[in-house]
């Protein structure tokens, strides 16, 4: 077995620090059995046959965000606004040099929407990087304070709401040869999203996906790597709601020519293929579920393999696959023949080997709390299973989940909920309900993996004495675009009336006490709640809200425009789901949570509220976590989940 103290003596061997802790390894080339790891400034190579180190860098103690190239060893990062490459020698050269205040170079942009998550693109062969430059010089600078220092510093950051100006990114292209820089002339009007950089195989091209700032159009813009100018639009996508790119282009192993394109189009996320002139040879994956992600190619570029919530029995006519559930598969790109390679129901998270013969395969459901298998891909057999982790509450008396459908406000969506009951349930008795909720996009609660996607608190609460109510409504994950799609310019809407039909079911239950129902939620989650409370204040007695959007005019601009459009497109709507509006309707007991540094639903949402609240003669309970962004993690998790504990025990009357 590899240990950490195998691996202490190969560091101090080499004169290196020992590591503390076994560090968290990623693969940099999956045809190579060498690990990569970062720690206390250091980079190392670890070859796990020779157990040797086969390459080591020291790091700049100011850098970040490392993105590393195989092809050459070459190591591109970001200090402060600029980039910098260290080569394996450990020299440092600069690819940017910019001062002016504003402007920062190889970052992540766009609020990291449409699938955004780094600023920094190697090409193929490593003779070039690419990278993002993004002028934020016209954005307002968002004031928030830190108020641990004696006099409380202020640390303002860029955020840009629906409605105001946005923040202006240009691509550049640095060419190692030369040291040279060559921009992409991306054109006018700057306010547009550059999105999935991705590199031609052959370097000469770079493709990118621009969405206009009303997210209405996408094109597929093929530019030249070495003159910048454009040199075709390969396709446009449009839509009356929006376009959502999320996946860049992804070229055929051993055919530069053509590549797989990611679309919601027909109503579903679907694989198509397409020439490098634009052309759709034709759509690979169809029917009414998801693919989710694209895991790899074989090495001739004949097979695709892929993960989708289709159905596990490929001959199922339907062709309706289950949301709760997602299954890999492989393609053959030439005759579409596919065939799922899991052979256990559940929820599978697969990597490929370098040669596309084995697949590693974790699984979960409601009876597997993790199983990690290694699978022939040949013929879907179980090759070796790596682990299989025993039922952590195997010895004790746990609540009763169940995961049943009920039907939308619409009369005709099936949606999901999951029902967590007490232990030893007394139908003859009346119990509280908290009913658990996010509601929004690119989020699915309720799962067909472990515990059907509870969390460990769902649990605690239910062992004492609550039932635990989610349903995931219209707007949220798996289920296709018209599915999402409803909640568009009228955020709250559609998705209360579908928490209805949950409370609608939860009355219907004897043992349901409906004068005792909470709910709680978190980010968009504690919009619905704070929502949920002041439009059905009769309905709901408790609720706790954390990092609650309160107003959609104070949200980001990417996502808030795109559900929302631009405030002077939608004012109705922009108004209607304005929460300081509705502060005099409160009648239950609401408690709001709020990390004071939180960068993505800013502080100031909840405390707005609390000022309409007190012009409105309501009384909110308010509790503020100094120095957490966000999410309260850390040391100071446990206490949030007391303090929200605390709260429903004592507006709920649980015994």
Known sequence: AFTREQLNETLVSAGLP?????????????????????????????????????????LDKSGSRWEYDQANGNIAFTKENNIYI?????????????????????????????GIHKGLFWSPKGSALAFYRMDESMVTDYPVVNVSERVAKAQPFKYPMAGMKSHEVTVGVYRLSDKQTVWLKT????????????????????????????????????????????????????????VEPQEPV????????????????????????????????????????????????????????????????????AEEGSPLETYAWKLNIKNGKRSCLNLKKGVHQVSLNASATYLIDQT???????????????????????????????NYRMPDIKVGTLTAADSRTTLYYRLITPPDLDETKKYPVIVYVYGGPHAQMVTGGWMNGAGGWDLYMARRGYIMFTIDNRGSANRGFEFERVIHRQ??????????????????????????????????????????????????KAGVAGGAVIDWHRYEIMYGERYMDHPKENPEGYKNSNLLNKAGNLKGSLLLIHGDEDPVVVWQHSLLFVKACVDAGTFPDYFVYPGHPHNVIGKDRPHLYEKITRYFDSQLNNK
């Open 187 to 242: 054109g006018l009007p700057k306010e547009k999203y550059l999105t999935n950089v991705t590199w031609s195989p052959d370097e000469k091209s770079i493709y990118i996906a621009e969405l206009n700032r009303g997210q209405d159009t996408c094109r597929l813009v093929r530019y030249s790597a070495e003159t910048g100018e454009r040199e075709a639009e390969l396709f446009a996508e449009t839509s009356k709601y929006y």
């Open 86 to 114: 260290v080569t394996p020698g450990g020299k440092t050269e600069t690819v940017t040099a910019e001062t002016k205040e504003g402007v920062v170079c190889g970052t992540s942009v766009h609020q990291n929407e449409f």
């Open 18 to 58: 020992e590591t503390s802790v076994m560090p968290v390894f990623f693969i940099p080339d999956k045809k190579k059995t060498v690990v990569a790891f970062q720690y206390k400034h250091n980079r190392v190579h670890y070859d796990l046959m020779t157990n040797q180190i086969v390459a080591g860098y020291v």
């Open 364 to 394: 979960s459901s409601p009876v597997i709390p993790r199983d990690i298998d290694i699978i022939s891909v040949k013929d879907c057999r179980q090759v070796k299973s790596l682990l299989s982790a025993k039922n952590p509450f195997e």
């Open 491 to 540: 955020l709250g809407a559609i998705e209360m009336a579908d928490q209805l039909k949950g409370i609608d079911f939860l009355k219907s239950l004897p043992y349901v006490d409906a004068g005792r129902i909470g709910v709680h939620g978190w980010s968009y989650g504690g919009f619905m709640t704070t929502n949920l409370m002041l439009t059905y204040p009769d309905i709901f």
């Open 250 to 317: 992804l070229f055929l192993p051993g055919n530069p020519e053509q590549f797989i394109w990611q679309s919601q189009r027909d109503g579903y996320n679907h694989l198509y293929l397409y020439d490098t002139e634009g052309i759709m040879l034709r759509q690979l994956t169809t029917g009414r579920w998801v693919v989710k992600e694209v895991v790899g190619f074989d090495g001739k570029g004949n097979d695709l393999f892929f993960v989708a919530t289709a159905p596990q029995d490929a001959r199922h006519t």
